[in-house]
């Protein structure tokens, strides 16, 4: 996560998985909500960018982007399981 430090990536990854799971009624913990979360602000991060676009260090940007991607996550990872 680009701009944040470790901890507050954490909580923004924590927060934005909780969020995802909650929006995709996924049964993850809180260890997989985190690891959700900063793996798909790394992924959207990285496809964003891709398109030109680049999402600010700001903790909102991030638990945006990291919400987005963590949704994009459950959902990749229910199609791979079925």
Same mark, same amino acid.
């Given at each position: 996560?680009?701009?944040? /430090?470790?901890?507050? $990536?954490?909580?923004?990854? *924590?927060?934005? +998985?909780w969020? =995802? #799971?909650?929006?995709?009624? !996924? ?9 959700l979360?900063?793996? /798909?602000?790394?992924? $959207?991060?990285?496809?964003? *960018?891709?398109? +030109?676009?680049? =999402? #600010?260090?700001?903790?909102? !940007? ?14 990749g990872?229910? $199609?791979?399981k079925?």
């Open positions: 996560m680009q701009g944040l /430090g470790w901890f507050a $990536a954490i909580i923004v990854g *924590g927060l934005a +998985g969020i =995802a #799971s909650m929006i995709m009624k !996924a049964d993850t913990g809180l260890f997989t909500n985190i690891i979360g900063i793996i /798909g602000a790394i992924v $959207a991060n990285f496809l964003l *960018g891709i398109l +030109g676009i680049n =999402a #600010s260090g700001t903790w909102l !940007a991030q638990l945006i982007v990291g919400l987005i991607g963590a949704c994009v996550l459950i959902a990872w229910r $199609a791979i079925r």
